[in-house]
């Protein structure tokens, strides 16, 4: 079984441009997740879907932050502008119903705004 | 905001030891799980207790909960070099909240 696939796995942009990430959860996952991982610290929860619909959104930076689910499988995460401070690991998850099951995470995209 | 809190931040230790880590919490859960993640790699799930559950036992890694305290123990028998990774617990309490996760080395 395939596991949750991300891309790109490593982007470098300037300040100020958007950047894209994309995250295809494993077959048959309900719930979807999007984390930001600083250096150091923990995954800190973005958003999270339940199907297409967006469940919790609470720590996502809505002013430059955007995230959509297709048909309730692919997702992507869009920044823009990026700013210094977007710097960071962000990882995709997907688990089979709900936020109580166990998670299965992407390798994350390693993005570096300079 | 983290919801799990592990400790220590680091741990090293030699090849052959136990490794503890422990893990509190602030809100009810339903469950606490324990996730671990290599450098530079995406997280790997562990280990799942329900909050009925004291412990659980999963190979070499035991973990209990208690529920009255709030706090969560992994321990690690007979550690591998391989085993060096940071380690995160996680609760499902109002949403799913990491902690800033337990650095292990584990040195041959």
């Known amino acids: 079984e395939a596991g949750v696939v991300q891309s790109p796995r490593y982007k470098i942009i300037e300040k100020k441009q958007p950047v894209a990430f994309w995250c295809n959860p494993i077959?048959?996952?309900?719930?979807l997740y999007w984390y930001r991982q600083n250096l150091g610290q923990g995954p800190e929860l973005l958003i999270r879907y339940e199907n297409e619909e967006a469940v919790d959104d609470s720590q996502l930076p809505k002013d430059r932050f955007s995230a959509e689910r297709l048909k309730g499988v692919d997702s992507t995460l869009k920044i823009q502008p990026a700013e210094l401070g977007d710097s960071a690991v962000y990882l995709c998850?997907?688990?089979?119903?709900?936020?109580?099951?166990?998670?299965?995470f992407g390798p994350g995209t390693r993005l570096l705004v300079l | 905001s983290q919801q799990g809190e592990e400790d220590p931040q680091a741990l090293s230790i030699q090849e052959g030891e136990n490794a503890t880590m422990n893990c509190s919490y602030k809100?009810?859960?339903?469950?606490l799980q324990w996730y671990r993640q290599n450098s530079g790699r995406g997280l790997v799930h562990l280990i799942l207790i329900r909050s009925n559950e004291r412990e659980k036992h999963s190979g070499r890694l035991r973990v209990t909960l208690d529920t009255s305290k709030k706090s969560s123990s992994l321990l690690i028998t007979a550690s591998r070099a391989a085993d060096t990774a940071s380690y995160f617990c996680a609760t499902d309490g109002d949403d799913m909240r990491f902690g800033a996760g337990t650095r292990l080395t584990v040195k041959p």
């Open positions: 998850a997907s688990s089979l119903r709900g936020r109580r099951e166990t998670q299965y």
């Open positions: 809100t009810s859960i339903n469950n």
């Open positions: 077959s048959g996952h309900n719930t």
